[in-house]
């Protein structure tokens, strides 16, 4: 039997406020830009910002339910917010931000709901039925909808030939669902930001734009804003870094500093999350659990939302991690930054 799909609650459009019926409820309230500016309003501009704030430094955005108007409202107004910093990387990274706070709240969601969420982005979803027999996958999308939000999942699972596929469905379990719902998500709020031609906005909107830009500029590193490369280049990793990554690959034993650096190496080069930890996985005593919390401490998705620096090279040195002084380290006083300085000079490929 098909599951019939849920209404949305006052409190799943304060922690979706993507959702159409969370736009068609703000249009009831007959919000202007002007009235933001008002004390009356205050806590609305205050919790917008907020949420851009969180997305800079922590690239997550949290959710606060107390008062869910507030929560609703906020949204779109951090959207105009981001737009009026005009910042390519403040637009990209609130996004994504919203998008990976969406899948942490999907993944714990009864079927019904995300049912709901899907077809709201007008998705071609259903459940399999009892004859169909395949767990532990819960969903089946249309191959269509599915090509559509893996385009940047690189990861071979994502792959269309490595999926279960019957009558153009490709079967999902419920947290592959939420992350595809997440990427359909982040490409929604990036479509939003992309505005041609801001209106004229209050003073005070102006300012916050721009207290924002100058936290990301404080803040955020200028590789980072810049872009990191895409593509992972191993040929460019300092010596102690690369050993440790080949020994993570053949599961020998790495020293909890080790672990440490080579994370946060990974993490502030831009490795994804669920790649690091699949690097560990050929380790004899891989625990999935503890690693994935451990990865994502220091990567700031859970805990303190700090993210994590490796160690300085004295530190890797006083360690023992240091294992090659080679002629391009003794300049160097950090790993991130020999690898930056080899992709600059353009002779790794």
């Not at 269509?144 to 030939?161: G, H, Q």
């Not at 500029?217 to 280049?233: C, M, S, W, Y």
């Not at 669920?274 to 700031?300: C, M, P, W």
Request: aromatic share 8%.
């Amino acid at each position: 039997m098909q599951l019939t799909t849920a209404k949305f609650t006052k409190n799943d459009l304060a922690k979706y406020p993507f959702l159409r019926e969370a736009a068609e409820y703000v249009k009831t309230l007959d919000l202007k830009i002007e009235d933001l500016e008002s004390p009356e309003f205050s806590q609305i501009l205050e919790r917008a910002k907020e949420r851009v704030e969180e997305a800079i430094l922590y690239a997550i955005v949290s959710r606060k339910l107390q008062n869910e108007e507030i929560e609703i409202l906020s949204f779109p107004t951090a959207i105009m917010l981001a737009a009026a910093t005009e910042n390519q990387f403040i637009k990209r990274r609130y996004a994504l931000a919203e998008a990976k706070q969406a899948y942490n709240d999907l993944k714990f969601e009864p079927k019904e709901k995300i049912l709901a969420i899907a077809k709201n982005f007008q998705w071609k979803i259903t459940t399999p039925t009892a004859e169909e027999n395949i767990a532990p996958y819960e969903f089946k999308l249309h191959f269509i909808d599915y090509l559509k939000n893996t385009t940047n999942l690189r990861d071979k699972k994502w792959k269309l030939v490595n999926r279960p596929l019957a009558n153009g469905n490709v079967y999902l379990t419920k947290s592959e669902t939420a992350r595809l719902l997440s990427e359909e998500v982040r490409r929604h709020i990036e479509k939003r930001l992309e505005i041609k031609e801001l209106p004229k906005l209050p003073q005070k909107i102006t300012d916050t734009a721009e207290a924002l830009k100058t936290l990301t500029l404080e803040k955020v590193d200028k590789a980072e804003i810049e872009g990191i490369p895409k593509t992972i280049n191993l040929e460019a990793f300092p010596p102690c870094i690369k050993a440790l990554y080949e020994a993570a690959v053949k599961g020998r034993h790495i020293s909890h500093i080790g672990r440490f650096t080579l994370t946060t190496f990974l993490v502030n080069i831009g490795m994804p999350t669920e790649k690091i930890i699949d690097l560990f996985r050929a380790s004899s005593d891989f625990n999935e659990r503890l690693t994935r919390y451990q990865v994502e401490h220091i990567a700031g998705e859970r805990g303190s939302r700090t993210r994590y620096k490796p160690p300085k090279c004295e530190t890797l040195q006083t360690h023992g991690i240091c294992i090659n002084w080679e002629d391009d380290c003794r300049k160097i006083s950090h790993p991130t930054i020999y690898y930056k300085i080899k992709l600059k000079q353009g002779k790794i490929r």
